[in-house]
């Protein structure tokens, strides 16, 4: 039997929740895995600690003064760059067989860009990319005829459960959704949330901006439109489930009344290892969840009341045209603004549906129309904020 091949990878935000349980997966198979070119933004002491381990070609961060000070820091030889251009290059690397990109919101989509067109296949965390451009990475993947693996561990879990089935024998996708930390929580009382208590979510550790996106159900939202494209499923066919435990990732349900489910712990690094090794399994020491212990898993509907993210990321979805990726931008500012403490919790779901209710369309669906739409809603909630209009 001749040796298994090595994947060369590059990974965008290698620094967060998602680049460090990639780096925590390929650390357990070296012989399978191999760093070229890693990005963060502008955590140097970690980069460093990440150059030192895994000995990637090329390094990029976000901007010529922290590629400075992480040049002076380095002992072994390695490329410093940085900024936009840093990311494609990172994105695209020569060497790079597969990227890997969790880098957070719409910086991804150049770069994922670059890597599709270059022929690289992606394993994708960065949603915002799909629901901003969904259209245009699935035409580049389909065109380039490079992979999209879903790293989205509900995503992951739908693939999984597609696996060996025709799409006509599908019946409709369900998307388990934890609830967030506020599920239980009065309507009544969310006017007084902190980001400090959005950031304190109940079964996953994950980055500031998708842990905010949970709180919101927003997170949720997303991923229906990430699955729309990702699956090409019309929304109305992806039912949102909250189910509390996080251990059904998510199902799908077929024609005869079946339904698939992929079950696991909740943590990352099964999704992470299921999109590197596809089609194969790793064997990853990931413990199975002790079903006498949990003793029953709980499902229920969500509260579009509490959450009207939610509702406003199907709507987006089902206007179609460039109103996700005008979802996608004011959500990015006002769950900024929100952590800034600019504005209260349930000022995200007011400014998101003031911006798609002021958003003028272009039936054109372009990079051009895209990046238009997505400078418009950034510009216009960021000027409503400021002047609390
Ligand atoms: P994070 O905040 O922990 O890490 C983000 C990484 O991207 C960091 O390395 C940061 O330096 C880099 N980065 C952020 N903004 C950047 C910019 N403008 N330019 C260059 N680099 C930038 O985030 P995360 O939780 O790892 O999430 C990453 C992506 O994966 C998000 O799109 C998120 O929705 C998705 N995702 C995350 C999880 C999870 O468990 N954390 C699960 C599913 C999907
Ligand atoms: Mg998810």
């Not at 003031?354 to 039936?363: G, Q, R, S």
Request: net charge negative; with cysteine; aromatic share 6%.
């Amino acid at each position: 039997m001749s040796a298994p091949k090595t994947t060369r990878l590059s990974i965008l935000g290698s620094t967060g929740s998602i680049g460090q349980n990639t780096l925590a997966v390929v650390e357990q198979f070296p012989d399978l895995y191999q760093i070229e070119a890693l990005a963060g933004g502008t955590n140097i002491q970690l980069l460093n600690q990440q150059i030192l381990k895994f000995h990637p070609k090329c390094v990029c961060v976000i901007d010529e003064q922290h590629a400075e000070q992480l040049k002076k820091m380095v002992q072994i030889p390695v490329e410093i760059i940085y900024g936009s251009s840093g990311y494609e290059q990172i994105a695209s690397y020569s060497s790079t067989d597969m990227l890997v990109s969790a880098i957070v919101g719409a910086a991804g989509l150049k770069p994922i860009l670059a890597a599709i067109r270059s022929g690289k296949d992606i394993a994708l965390a960065n949603k915002e990319t799909l629901v901003m451009a969904g259209e245009i990475v699935m035409h580049e993947v389909k065109e380039n005829h490079v992979r999209l693996l879903p790293v989205d561990s509900e995503h992951s879990a739908i693939f999984q459960c597609l696996e060996g089935h025709q799409k006509n024998e599908l019946s409709r996708i369900l998307l388990t959704a934890s609830g967030g930390p506020f599920r239980n929580r009065e309507i009544s009382t969310f006017k007084s949330i902190l980001p400090r208590d959005a950031l304190n979510h109940p079964t996953w550790n994950m980055g500031q901006k998708i842990t905010i996106d949970s709180a919101t159900l927003m997170n949720k939202g997303l991923e229906v439109i990430e699955a729309h494209f990702l699956f090409q499923v019309p929304a109305s066919d992806i039912q949102v489930i909250v189910h509390p435990q996080s251990i059904v990732h998510s199902m799908v349900a077929y024609h005869d009344g079946s339904i698939i489910a992929q079950l696991g712990i909740p943590d990352m690094k099964g999704a992470i290892a299921y999109a590197l090794s596809y089609p194969n399994r790793l064997p990853l020491s990931q413990p199975i969840p002790n079903f006498f212990k949990i003793q029953s898993l709980d499902f229920y509907e969500p509260d579009l009341h509490k959450f009207p993210c939610l509702s406003l990321a199907y709507d987006a979805c089902h206007q179609g045209k460039t109103f996700p990726t005008v979802l996608n931008a004011a959500n990015e500012i006002a769950v900024d603004a929100f952590l800034n403490h600019q504005i209260g919790f349930m000022d995200i779901p007011k400014w998101i549906e003031k911006a798609l209710t002021h958003h003028t369309p272009d039936n054109t669906i372009d990079l051009e129309s895209i990046n238009n739409a997505d400078l418009w809603a950034r510009n216009i909630v960021m000027q409503w904020i400021r002047t609390n209009a």
